[in-house]
């Protein structure tokens, strides 16, 4: 540890241990998950804290639990364990597939669900299975507990709405409606273990006529944080999807991003793979629907 050259570590046994350390030393603390995020960036000296809080002994926050109404994960629980687990595949196919899109097993063993969300880049991919599965974001701190939508949680790139002394400590994720599909797919030059040039997520809900009920349609990598496409939503919602509106639906997503030039694609790739994606989706997530 004394090559990142801070100068506490702490590992709290509890969630309120964690909020006093947090509460003790406030900007100059860091918490640490799987590690995949922060520990590079202290390695690199691109972030330096004094006090680093390891969140390995904390048992509030690792898991996946059933509730009345759904599951809920916690904050530690790893991406492996998501992708991999049966009771999500069964039932929240796309956030298991969001999981297992996230760069190389050896990294998937050890990044976390909470440490992908708070580390908040636009390109994060199981994020987006947290989107598209309508997941709330449970947030701890010094005056209890808060709740968030986890589309109003990125509120810029590696910015969120958390508060000095906070953390996430877990995510509350609803049972899908009957006849509900939803998907997540990533577009990367070398698969998985690339980052995310675009990625387009879709949840859709039929009614007892085979319209569309309830759409849900994101994107990664498009926009400083991860979106959802509420135009294309309100577009398709009381339709029927037929292919015509589907391609209709890619254009309007198109219109919707704005995306950045970088290494890996220009802006202008970058929206006509947004048209091809969210069709892909909105395709998936509808057959998902309609064999639900």
């Known amino acids: 540890m004394a090559m990142f050259r801070f100068e506490r570590y702490y590992e709290p046994k509890s969630a309120d241990e964690c909020v006093e350390i947090l509460k003790k030393y406030g900007t100059d603390a860091r918490m640490v998950a799987g590690g995949t995020d922060l520990v590079p960036k202290l390695k690199n000296r691109v972030l330096k804290v004094k006090t680093v809080i390891g969140l390995q002994s904390v048992p509030e926050i690792k898991g996946i639990k059933k509730t009345t109404d759904g599951i809920e994960i916690g904050a530690l629980t790893t991406l492996r ?20 899109h996230v760069s190389s097993m050896q990294i998937r063993n050890m990044a976390t669900i909470g440490g992908n969300a708070c580390n908040a880049s636009p390109s994060a ?114 339709k029927f999807l037929t292919e015509d509106l589907i391609e209709e639906a890619g254009e309007l997503a198109a219109d919707s991003c704005n995306p950045i030039t970088d290494q890996r694609a220009t802006k202008e790739y970058r929206v006509e793979m947004v048209k091809v994606w969210t069709k892909n989706a909105l395709r998936e997530a509808l057959k998902r629907a309609k064999q639900a």
């Open 81 to 100: 364990v998501i992708s991999k687990s049966e009771e999500v595949k069964e039932n929240w196919l796309a956030l298991a597939e969001a999981a297992g």
């Open 125 to 238: 991919d199981a994020v987006q299975g947290l989107i598209v599965s309508d997941a709330i974001v449970n947030i701890v701190g010094e005056n209890g507990t808060r709740t968030v939508p986890v589309i109003d949680f990125f509120t810029g790139v590696g910015k969120t709405v958390l508060k000095e002394g906070e953390f996430v400590i877990s995510f509350t994720i609803p049972a899908p409606k009957a006849n509900t599909g939803a998907t997540y797919q990533k577009f990367a030059i070398r698969g998985d273990t690339d980052i995310t040039i675009v990625g387009a997520g879709s949840s859709i809900t039929l009614d007892a006529d085979g319209k569309v009920e309830k759409a849900i349609v994101s994107l990664a990598a498009v926009a400083p944080t991860p979106i959802r496409v509420e135009a294309v939503e309100k577009l398709i919602t009381g």
